[in-house]
């Protein structure tokens, strides 16, 4: 089987959980941090769940029963946080019928996605998956690769965001394509020089209110190197 990998935007979705465990703690936590609605289905919750509902109110609805057919209805994705493989062959089922994705943890058969492991920092994803084989080494994989990410990414990321919007933007920048443009953001991706003196750059606005002067100035330098 072979996986088509995605990173959804789940930011005003809704979201089901069946269970009200451990699991769904670290589901709930998770989508909050994505920015989706959640309604979370179980006889019991977690102390932590409750905790939350309380400070996300307008985003988490608890709900204190089993699972019941049509308890997905509006959801754009499904965690079936529950120990019992009947229950989540019955949510699976319904969530297939209903074209909605869904993920049961550790038991693969009722699943029509994984969860990988990641790591979050600013705008950074990085995941790695192994299809549900083995969860223990993705995660393992996920920390070696981990060493390599640059502690202050969040920074560049955010640098190299405002460049690219630059580039796109600037009327000085009118007379290139998207291919240069494109160029342009490589050799800087590419150059720990480079990016340093992006990061340097300033970031005030001047008294004619025409922002990011230094950045403007680094791409000018940058292009005209490679043009």
């Known amino acids: ?3 088509y990998p995605i990173m959804l935007n789940m930011n ?7 269970g009200g465990g451990d699991v769904a703690v670290r589901k709930l936590s998770d ?3 994505a920015g989706a609605n959640i309604r979370i289905i179980s006889p019991e919750f977690h102390d932590e769940i409750i905790k939350l509902s309380e400070l996300f109110k307008n985003r988490l609805t608890l709900i204190k ?7 997905l209805d509006g959801a754009a994705l499904v965690f079936s946080a529950t120990n019992d493989t009947d229950v989540n062959r019955k949510i699976f089922n319904e969530a297939k019928e209903k074209n909605i994705l869904i993920n049961a943890v550790d038991d693969p058969p009722n699943c029509s996605f994984y969860i990988p492991s990641f790591i979050r920092k600013g705008d950074l994803i990085f995941s790695v998956s192994t299809g549900g084989a083995s969860p223990a080494m993705a995660a393992r994989l996920r920390r070696e690769m981990e060493k390599h990410i640059p502690e202050n990414i969040e ?3 955010e640098r190299l965001n405002k460049a690219r919007t630059l580039l796109k933007e600037d009327k000085l920048f009118s007379n290139i394509d998207s291919s240069q443009r494109g160029e342009i953001l490589k050799e800087i991706t590419y150059s720990d020089q480079l990016l340093a003196s992006l990061i340097s750059c300033k ?3 001047d008294e004619e209110n025409k922002e990011n002067q230094e950045m403007i100035d680094f791409l000018l330098h940058v292009q005209d190197s490679l043009f």
């Open 31 to 33: 989508l909050i941090d």
């Open 12 to 18: 005003g979705q809704q979201a089901v959980i069946i």
């Open 65 to 71: 029963r089993g699972y019941e057919k049509n308890d």
């Open 1 to 3: 089987m072979t996986l």
């Open 155 to 157: 920074t560049i990321l």
């Open 203 to 205: 970031d005030e606005e």
